[in-house]
């Protein structure tokens, strides 16, 4: 995205998860919050109106002016502001708008994006391939795998690299951290799979960095040293922070207003 007003310096980041939504207000010159970060367990009928629900107490408890941006980030792909499909919540968000969803329920006009790539913006901004140029590739190990794409600055936004077929599998079935855990694999088996599983990604894109993040990231000396690939391999640094700063960081007036309120395009850094 380009921009004609100049980039705020505060931006508000939102991060809905399947058990938290989580806040914070961040300085876009550093990437660090200011303040404390809130936090509110996801509705256990976590349906879009109740979150939504969730969005303004958290803005009303930061006490975020009118004039700070804000940026969500949803466990989901968001496709021209609207969301597709979603896995970790309520199903009745398929199909939602949700930057209608969102101006309706808080009163403003908000950015909405996929949380692996607000972690990836994080990223590429503030974290682990800062000032990298070239094709940079974030992946999140969790239960399933995240990913985020960001190419000479700019977001390829909704990749779903975890669900590549490799093998006859979906990826994320096999390398994932979740399923290091669940099948109790030594670190020496599960570095086997995501051997095969970052080949395969490297194979495709020929990225100029690889960016691991998720929780399994701490301990990234037991696995990340295993893997044999031609493209440098480093552990995030945001880790979880990084959606709500990746999320901030998208909120600003890089985008005219009417094109920020659509959620929509991609991201530039």
Partial sequence: MTSTAPAASVACGIDIG???????????ATGTFIGERVRIDTPEESTPAAVAEVCRELLEQLEVGDDVPVGVALPAPIVHGT???MANLDKSWTGVNLTELMREHLGRPVTGLNDADAAGLAEVAFGAAKDVPGTIIVTTLGTG??????????LVPNTELGHLEIDGYDAESRASAGQRTAQDLSWKKWAKRLQRYYAHVEMLFSPDLFVVGGGVSRKHEKYLPLLDLKTPIVPAQLLNTAGI??????APERAPPDEAASGAGAGRC
């Fill in 145 to 154: 795998i995240g990913s985020a794409v960001i190419v000479d600055g700019t």
């Fill in 245 to 250: 700063v990746g999320a901030a960081y998208q």
């Fill in 18 to 28: 399947g058990s938290g939504v989580k806040s914070a207000l961040v300085d876009l």
């Fill in 83 to 85: 969301v597709p499909f």
